[in-house]
Nanobody, 125 residues
């Protein structure tokens, strides 16, 4: 079964950190571009960060640049999103998504065919 399984969300205080994980089963993430998106209630899905397939580079949206870092562990077949300096505006459901064979990734949801189940991140004191 081909799927992306997310973990790592939760409740954190402003200024805190979380690391989200996106583990693939049934396929090899190294050959896929993987991206993180989020969607808050009443808002459109927002692209955050992506990492290209193989030795493709990364991209971060301005809204998270310098605070969020995307990475991939090929041995664990998992992509991570390290989130630091979290703000209440970061509260949303976070999704990972993957598409095969794109080295120069983009954070456009319509480009991605496989999606994780979503995980809630709440930033509140």
């Amino acid at each position: 079964q081909l799927q992306l399984v997310q973990s790592g969300g939760g409740l954190v205080q402003p200024g805190g950190s979380l690391r989200l994980s996106c583990a693939a089963s049934g396929f090899t993430l190294e050959y896929y571009a993987t991206a993180w998106f989020r969607q808050a209630p009443g808002k459109e899905r927002e692209g955050l960060s992506c990492i290209g397939s193989s030795d493709g580079g990364t991209y971060d949206a301005d809204s998270v640049k310098g605070r969020f870092t995307i990475s991939r562990d090929n041995a664990k077949n998992t992509v991570y999103l390290q989130m630091n300096g979290l703000k209440p505006d970061d509260t949303a459901t976070y999704y990972c998504a993957a598409v095969v064979g794109i080295r120069r990734c983009v954070v456009l949801p319509e480009k991605y065919g496989r999606w994780g189940q979503g995980t809630q991140v709440t930033v509140s004191s």
